[in-house]
Nanobody
Framework: QVQLVESGGGLVQPGGSLRLACAVS????????MGWYRQVPGKMREWVAT???????TYATSVKGRFTISRENAKNTVYLQLNSLKPGDTAVYYC?????????WGQGTQVTVSS
């Protein structure tokens, strides 16, 4: 069973930056679509960004131009660079891996944007 482990979350001031990482236990993950989602208490999980095996990327309107998703297949790792952070970006961020019949989730990493 493939496992995803996120890291890099923390507390940052508005306007600051963070880089999240998602380590994938499976060496064939380069063939999978990977993504990032986020969730705040009491709300549904929200899609943030997706990267394809060919490194094509798509972003939610709310983060486009501020966040960048990338992947380093040699390290089985997907990244999410978060710039120009706003208090509204505060959430638990989850990494995802698309399989043919299911989506695998990591445990999440907390990002808090506050002064």
């Amino acid at each position: 069973q493939v496992q995803l482990v996120e890291s890099g979350g923390g507390l940052v001031q508005p306007g600051g930056s963070l880089r999240l990482a998602c380590a994938v236990s499976e060496t064939n993950a380069s063939f999978n679509i990977m993504g990032w989602y986020r969730q705040v208490p009491g709300k549904m999980r929200e899609w943030v960004a997706t990267i394809s095996p060919s490194r094509s990327t798509t972003y939610a309107t709310s983060v486009k131009g501020r966040f960048t998703i990338s992947r380093e297949n040699a390290k089985n790792t997907v990244y999410l660079q978060l710039n120009s952070l706003k208090p509204g970006d505060t959430a638990v961020y989850y990494c995802s891996l698309e399989q043919s019949l299911s989506r695998v989730w990591g445990q999440g990493t907390q990002v808090t944007v506050s002064s």
